[in-house]
């Protein structure tokens, strides 16, 4: 194998090997520094945490920004006779923050004389806060957009659904159970019962991302022979057509009535989807075909950090990286490392071609 396939290889089987649950990146947010110290970025850990490289000197720049953590799980970190790489965060989301490092590390010259390319892996993706995100928004102004996330090698995610999150809790004092009135499992249930009918018709026709999606994270009850007590958790994925203090009113007016109800909102994410026809996509679209793929487009309905900095850089933007999305979070969690390959060089290609189009433009 080619000597810089092999180094990117490399790269990813230790950056998984390196546990990172949110709020614990230090140790790989170092290695991922140095690695990117070691070949020619100027890199840095910054105030949140953040891995952050640079490379390149010219007037256009473009953002990879990925994530370094991980949800909770261990798997045991191998390369199976397959070329497959199992491990927790392979797809979710080393893979794609590893292959922009690599894809960066070996850009051409021409490529970092018209551009400037910043990587930044991260932290607390995976956690409501989002420190990482929410930090470089605030510090770097890019002209175009990368978020590594999973969409596998020859797909472009272009959106993802927003969220909202809902704690309602119900107290009520105790009573017989033969006795007339409903209990603080019945009003909870009965707001659940609300929320959903709500989500039912809330939205867009036409597809699951037009919808709003309604699932029941925590439920449940109890007394202290005093009085009683029933709370649960509910997710809301929204649409573009529906913003987080829309759903909160909304949900807000639907439970009104029920008397000693508790709410409280968390986790609000507006919904983005970004158009499918500019100078970063097209360059994709040609660097997939180049490698004898076919592009296809795609929109999610998790969230993501493209969720948390679309406002803040109203620019060109996509998501992209290697690995199947459905193994996220999942004990089968793991990515073929061939399939890596390709994404690193499509991502050579895309980027090449996009730094030297805007050059050309100029």
Known sequence: MQGTAQDARDLLVRAVEIPSLSGQEGEVAAFLRDWMAARGFEARVDEAGNAVGERGR???TVALLGHMDTVPGEIPVHVDDQGVLHGRGSVDAKGPLCAFMAAVATLPDEALAA???VVIGATEEEAPSSRGARHIRTVL???VVLIGEPSAWE?????YKGRLVVKAQAVKEN???AGDGSSAGDDLTEAWFRVRAWAAQAGEPGGVFGGVQATIQDLGAGTDGLHQRAWGTFGLRLPVSVAPAQAETAIRAALADLEGLELTFVGHETAVRHPKDNALTRAFRVAIREQGGSPVFKVKTGTSDMNVVAAHWPV???AYGPGDSALDHTPE???DLAEYDRAVAVLRGALTRLALGAAKAD
Request: charged share 15%; net charge neutral; no cysteine.
């Open 58 to 60: 010219g007037p256009l």
């Open 115 to 117: 551009a400037r390319f």
């Open 141 to 143: 102004t890019p002209d």
């Open 155 to 159: 797909g472009l995610t272009l959106g």
């Open 175 to 177: 009573f017989h159970t």
């Open 316 to 318: 060109p933007t996509l």
């Open 333 to 335: 969690e793991r990515l």
